[in-house]
């Protein structure tokens, strides 16, 4: 989907244990951001990154945690701490010149 | 508080009617307006959006906006549905400037196009 591409498409979770989403993007946009999608509820943002080396907190990033060591990374760790974890990741670029968000193929975790 | 509301869940049209999927914004100043769809276990595309000028706006696959700055509203319009046009659509505000871009999206509305 446009450049950017989400690993693994199905995630499993144990109880207590932390797992990492993968979004890996080609397109040379400095932003990059993560929602979670849950049914009827549309897409909320856990967090977002303008720039290598920086992130900033969603409206609903507890229980979750990012780096961006590098423009084209940008990896979500759920936590032990989201005791609700289950939904649909999506992880997004955006293109500065005309404000167009392109999305990965999104990935279902689910707890065991 | 700056929103995006979408009224409707689910949207039902036949083949070949026009069809309407309704959005409404809360926002200071002037509103950044983007619609977006979703096909099953997939990501989010770009339709169209909405930053000045012409008030309808053109969009892909033959799907229209109407920017409606006295009724808050940014409704997404096709003149004629197809069955493939089924799908999860999300309207999205920006946030004021300064926001660094980021969207607020509506909940969604399920379009469902019957032959």
């Known amino acids: 989907d446009g450049g950017i591409t989400q690993s693994p498409k199905y995630l499993f979770r144990k109880e207590g244990q932390n797992v990492t989403l993968s979004c890996e993007q080609n397109l040379n946009h400095d932003a990059m951001y993560w929602y979670r999608q849950d049914p009827g509820q549309g897409l909320r943002l856990i967090y977002y990154s303008q720039i290598v080396n920086d992130f900033q907190k969603g409206d609903i990033a507890e229980g979750y945690s990012v780096s961006r060591e590098k423009k084209e990374s940008f990896p979500l760790t759920v936590t032990s701490a989201q005791k609700n974890p289950t939904a649909f990741y999506l992880c997004?670029?955006?293109?500065?010149?005309?404000?167009?968000?392109?999305f990965g193929s999104g990935t279902q975790l689910s707890v065991l | 508080a700056q929103s995006v509301a979408q009224p409707e869940d689910q949207v039902n049209v036949a083949e070949g009617n026009p069809l309407t999927v309704k959005c409404t914004y809360s926002v200071s100043g002037n509103p950044y307006l983007f619609w977006y769809v979703q096909y099953p276990n997939r990501g989010l595309q770009f339709l169209l959006k909405y930053i000045t000028g012409d008030n309808l706006v053109k969009g892909s696959y033959g799907f229209e906006a109407e920017f409606n700055k006295s009724q808050t509203s940014f409704h997404l319009k096709k003149p004629s549905a197809l069955v493939s046009d089924s799908a999860l659509y999300f309207c999205a505000v920006r946030k004021k400037p300064g926001s660094q871009g980021n969207l607020i999206f509506g909940k969604g509305t399920k379009l469902s196009v019957k032959p």
């Open positions: 997004a670029s955006r293109r500065e010149v005309d404000e167009k968000l392109f």
